[in-house]
């Protein structure tokens, strides 16, 4: 890793962990908007939790969803006066997350969540658009 990557890394993990102590001691809403911006800082997690998992290109473009929900999981468990980085705590969701989503033998590191969205053609024709939708949905409070 260069000396730049290793800069960018190291800022990553710091903004990360202070988007994530400043959202536990705001309002609601403004704690949503960190969490919002902690998780499109770490969006390239799921990018190299498919990497690890040597997914293929179709794969990828299957599961990217189901990662960013799992990324989204990690960022409410996650606590950032813990010793514990981010980018380490996230991965075993994303990972789990992606396993789930195009039948890659389970990962057993966390208890499985069910998910009603997989069967839907929707999801499967524009998943990045709507997968962000979604988060958008989700962390602004309203479910849909």
């Given amino acids: ?34 969490e919002f911006r902690a998780l499109h800082l770490n969006l390239p997690l799921v990018g190299e939790a498919a990497d690890r998992m040597g997914l293929s290109p179709e794969q990828r473009r299957i599961a990217e969803h189901a990662g960013l929900d799992g990324l ?48 839907s053609r929707a999801h499967q024709s524009h998943p990045v658009r709507l997968a962000v939708r979604r988060m958008a949905l989700v962390i602004a409070g309203s479910r849909g």
């Fill in 72 to 119: 989204h999981e990690a960022v409410h468990c996650y606590d950032p006066y813990s010793d514990l980085d981010f980018a380490e705590h996230a991965a075993p969701y994303v990972e789990r997350h992606l396993a789930e989503t195009v039948r890659v033998p389970r990962l057993d590191r966390l208890p499985a969540r069910r998910r009603s969205y997989r069967g």
């Fill in 1 to 34: 890793m260069g000396d730049e990557d290793e800069w960018a890394d190291h800022t990553r993990r710091v903004l990360t962990r202070d988007l994530l102590v400043r959202a536990a001691h705001a309002a609601s809403g403004e704690a949503r908007a960190l």
